[in-house]
Nanobody, 114 residues
Framework: QVQLVESGGGLVQPGGSLRLSCVAS????????MDWYRQAPGKERELVAR???????LYVDSVKGRFTISRDNAKNTVYLQMNSLKPEDTAVYYC????????WGQGTQVTVSS
């Protein structure tokens, strides 16, 4: 079973930046559509960004221009560069494959607060 491990979260002030990483335990990144999701307290998990196997990307409107998703196939890793962070970005962030979902990892907590 492929495992996904997210890391890179933390506490950051508004306007700050973080880079999240998602490492897969097997070489599945290169042939997969990979997503970043987030779940804020009391809210449903939402799709934040997607990168397709060919490199095309899409973003939810609330993060366009601030977040960048990328992939390193050789490292089996997907990244989410988050700039100009806002308090409403506070959430646990997860990655997963689409549409053939893998087991969810533990996620990484991002807290944006002054």
């Amino acid at each position: 079973q492929v495992q996904l491990v997210e890391s890179g979260g933390g506490l950051v002030q508004p306007g700050g930046s973080l880079r999240l990483s998602c490492v897969a335990s097997r070489s599945i990144i290169s042939n997969s559509i990979m997503d970043w999701y987030r779940q804020a307290p009391g809210k449903e998990r939402e799709l934040v960004a997607r990168v397709e196997s060919g490199g095309s990307t899409l973003y939810v409107d609330s993060v366009k221009g601030r977040f960048t998703i990328s992939r390193d196939n050789a490292k089996n890793t997907v990244y989410l560069q988050m700039n100009s962070l806002k308090p409403e970005d506070t959430a646990v962030y997860y990655c997963n494959r689409w549409p053939l979902r893998l087991n969810w990892g533990q996620g990484t907590q991002v807290t944006v607060s002054s």
